[in-house]
């Protein structure tokens, strides 16, 4: 993971400009490109699944006919 | 009003009104010997004596509950009394919703927002006779990165056992009005741990029942995937009153289960002589940040047990920890960005720097890695279960460490991070976390006792077996 680059701030301007982002404190920008990296980290360490028919779970799948234990 | 008064009831139990049990103030209320009326006092007076310390509260209804205890007293005597939480004063984390009063979610976002719905757990409650005496503290929007800044519109609560300390987050009122006697119950809500984690700080039996068991609706949502509400009690025996009353299908909670709910208290007290107890003693590399005090009350807890007559079985999870973390970082900050994402984008500014991180977080993720973590999340969720299912419960490692100190901010991420917690949001399992004793300086210890799907009924037994053979009920801190 260590490849990965921290982005610039001017990237990460460019970046939060393009998808709306407005009134960021001024001080907080370096850290949303520290963060950037994290996240993209994170994400990449994420063990993908084997197959393609493998699905996500979804969000209701614990529910269970009245009465089941 | 002819109810008994304060003294008498002083007298009788022996034990200040804040500490009763809700086991023990039912049964006086329900034989008329203590008063509603009474005990709401006695609970408004411990606030105005001790919460300009503690900071459990945000919002004190104090006039509302007294209305309500007064009805109370009225109904009870004349034969229309309600069940074990006829008179019981409880209280709910700011994110949960309440018709006619203001909800915070500890938010500078949402400081003139007053609810026009209740919450379906608070409705329970308040049906069942429960007595609200108001909100609770909480991390902003009950989330965070896992920090605390000092940067919110409310103090931070304190652990009542040492207020220099820490109470777990995100519940952080509800954990330190428990324990404190500001309030006899209350309602959290856990995403990661935030129901169990203050429970475990402070030394409270601190419940996240299945998926889809208790209701969610009218709260603030933070993760629609891994949100769960449930009680933080004194005893196990309290947490399955509470229980008994939120849990149920709820047709207004779209994640709600049409599951029959089972008499949580008709087993309670059966013991555990026969039932396997599956014993992660193992949690792999990322275990080995458990601290050496409740590791050793780990152990102690599955000798506990066996003593009792438990079958003890070594088990591991099916997966590394860091699994279960890293999709439950993924999914918290998606989800939750999802949630918040015209606040951030517009006013980012008035969030505490805890949430803002996470917006920041949650701002940056792919949508490959969201739906990467979730589909891993089904694989993580059916091998759990095949391992869930072999026990008849598991005893495993909940929060790793004690209370950190507010005076090494360094240590509060690590106390919400290092944890076994997120396996169980990740999952949906019943988690239920213990106080097994207690460190050297005084602050709670703590483990997981989890069941399979929709056996909250077998958690609860495990837990009030274990929790009758130690003797960890009787020290209350001291403030």
Redesign the interface.
Known sequence: MSDLQTPTIEEIRLY?AR???????ED?FA??GE??Q???E????????PSKE????H??????????? | MNGPSTAAAFAETATPLHFLSVTEASRLIGSGRLSPVTLVEAFLARIEAIDARLKSYITVTGTRALEAAQKAEAEIPAGRWKGPLHGIPFAVKDNYHVAGLPTTGGSRLMLDYMADATSTAVARLEAAGAILLGKLNTWEYGTGNGGVYHDLPFEVARNPWDLACFTGGSSTGAGASVAAGTAMFALGSDTGGSIRLPAAACGLQGFKATFGRVSRAHCLPNCWTLDHTGPLTWTVEDNAIVMQAISGFDPADPSSADVAVPDYRKSLHAGVKGLVIGFVRDLGAEGEALDDANAQALEDAARVLEAQGAIIREVTLPAPLAHYRSVTKVINWSESYSIHEQDFLERSALMGQALREKMMSGFNVRAADYLAATRLRRSLVDATDALVRSCDALLIAGAFHVAPRFDAPDTVTPFTADTATTVFNVTGHPALSVCTGYDPGGLPLNAQIVGRFFDEETVLRVAQSYEAATPWRSRRPTL
């Open positions: 939060a998808h709306g982002l407005q009134g960021l404190p907080q850290r949303l963060l950037a994290t996240v993209r994170a994400g990449l360490a994420l063990p993908r699944m493998d699905e996500p779970a969000l209701f799948t614990m529910t269970a006919p009245r009465g089941t234990k």
